[in-house]
């Protein structure tokens, strides 16, 4: 059999039990709201898992490695932020975002909890929501399409075109089948291939070029500022503005809906605690695993001689060359499980942004059957005008990431935090401040001012401006809600009881 073969075979293997897990989920899916949210019945080791996998995407085993590979180990900057941005968003965030959620009329997406949890009465804050969550996550989305179709070029040589169309058609199968549920459990199951795969391939790199010490001079002759976490600079404006950049991406979790909606779908606030550990042990390994993918990479291309022309398919590349035929094509797969897990999780969210906080907006009586064909429905819409966006991409996949998680991290983040914490905010400021955020992130991405050859990350000043602007208009436009106050002490106090229960 030859090489390709037996990868093939691989990915053969990996589709069909994406496929057979999403038909396992499409058997326990019965209505609209176990559709969209798994009927809140998601254990801790699966919300974990699908919301760490559902996170990474393609940027993990592509975007990272390559951005390492690259530019060196100043880039750990963002692997740093992000592991300080996922704790904090499991240790605060999540116990009493799960318990709001509920209090607040049971609210099962973000942008139907805005609205229940400030009684914004105009329905503008649900609405301009669920557009921006439509809006972003096609960006993001066609940058995973993006990452598809590179994937099929450099392993089979084939077409680009015909590799983001492959990857698009059987995610959407199983996800149109199982929806959250589906999504979530192939998650788990394409995290753990996503783990293996980063930790295994270094492993295997770094014994060929001669064990580490051998390693970290085969950097050092490429260029030893590789090995620098400052960048080789030292402190400079530029650099330390580089490292801020890098850092924030952590800012950017507190708004990703489809990280934060596993919270709202755990059987309880107290299964946070057992959701944290898991999560944060899944996400340190792998983080890890892809830098240390990215700087074993730089040694192991100049010391055996083997070309690398894009930097962003290290990890493929590596596997290709290390490994029997058959290993390499499940470490494809896992590359294919890092999008594709990412991708139905966002479509999910498309799809309860659509019904839940635009169709349903409009007053229509519609039976939880067919709003769950509706849900399909738009799984397919915005699964197509990613596509055709992705046709002739422009961007790496790292900016294209980049510019979707600012977008949901200013955006949606300070709103998520104000009305877990802070009982003042108004619909008006949470509305006024959602705006600015999203607007800065297009305006700074655009336009935004170079310092020492240094553009700060879009997410610094949006998520600040985001936080002024909501923390002005609410109180100007605040007044004394019985009701508010009610559910705000509910909510704290049902999440502190859970965490008690669950320490």
Not at 203 to 224: H, K, L, N, S, Y
Not at 300 to 316: A, K, Q, S, Y
Not at 381 to 394: E, M, Q, T, Y
């Amino acid at each position: 059999m030859s090489d390709q073969t037996f990868q093939i075979a691989a990915l053969v293997a990996y589709f069909a039990a994406m496929v057979g897990i999403g038909w396992y989920a499409y058997r326990r899916t019965t209505d609209h709201e176990d559709y969209l949210l798994g009927g809140r019945r998601l254990p801790a080791w699966a919300a974990a898992l699908s919301a760490g996998a559902s996170d990474m995407s393609g940027w993990l085993m592509m975007g990272l490695p390559g951005a390492i590979y690259a530019t060196g180990l100043v880039e750990v900057w963002i692997a740093i932020g992000l592991t300080a941005g996922a704790y904090l968003n499991w240790r605060y965030v999540a116990p009493r975002l799960r318990s709001y959620t509920e209090v607040a009329q049971n609210s099962i997406t973000i942008p139907s909890f805005f609205e229940n949890r400030l009684r914004d009465t105009s329905r503008a804050l649900r609405v301009v929501s669920g557009l921006i969550i439509l809006v972003f996550f096609t960006f993001y989305v066609s940058s995973m399409m993006v990452a598809g179709g590179e994937f099929f070029q450099l392993t089979f040589g084939g077409s680009y075109l015909t590799g983001m169309v492959l990857v698009a058609a059987v995610t959407l199968l199983y996800t149109t089948m199982g929806g959250f549920l589906g999504a979530s459990l192939t998650d788990v199951a394409q995290g753990v291939m996503m783990m293996i795969a980063l930790v295994v391939v270094p492993v295997i790199a770094i014994a060929v070029v001669g064990g580490p010490a051998e390693t970290t001079a085969g950097i050092r002759e490429v260029d030893p500022q590789r090995l620098s976490v400052l960048g080789g600079a030292g402190l400079s404006a530029a650099s330390v503005l580089g490292i801020v950049s890098a850092a924030a991406w952590g800012l950017g979790y507190f708004g990703q809906p489809h990280v934060i909606v596993r919270f709202m779908a755990m059987r309880d606030a107290a299964s946070a605690v057992a959701a944290r550990r898991i999560g944060m042990s899944w996400m340190i390994v792998s983080l890890v695993g892809a830098v240390t993918c990215g700087a074993v990479g730089i040694a192991f291309f100049h010391r055996t001689g083997h070309p690398l022309d894009n930097p962003e398919l290290v990890v493929l590349a590596m596997s290709e060359i290390l490994l029997h035929p058959l290993v390499a094509g499940f470490v494809f797969a896992a590359v294919l499980a890092a999008v594709m897990s990412t991708v139905s999780s966002q479509l999910i969210v498309c799809s309860s942004a659509f019904v839940e906080d635009l169709y349903k907006v409009v007053g229509r009586d519609t039976s939880p059957r067919a709003l769950m064909t509706l849900g399909r429905v738009c799984v397919l819409a915005v699964a197509v005008i990613a596509g055709l966006l992705a046709i002739n991409p422009s961007d790496t996949i790292l900016d294209l990431v980049g510019f979707a998680w600012a977008g949901f991290g200013a955006s949606f983040g300070p709103a998520i935090l104000l009305c877990l914490f802070w009982r003042r905010l108004t619909n008006w400021g949470a509305l006024a401040g959602m705006v600015a955020g999203a607007v800065t992130v297009f305006v700074w991405d655009a336009y935004g001012p170079l310092i020492g050859g240094v553009e700060l990350y879009e997410i610094v000043p949006a998520f600040l401006v985001n936080v002024l602007v909501a923390v002005v208009v609410s109180r100007w436009t605040w007044s004394a809600d019985a009701e508010i106050d009610r559910e705000f002490d509910a909510a704290v106090e049902l999440a502190g009881a859970s965490r008690a229960t669950a320490s």
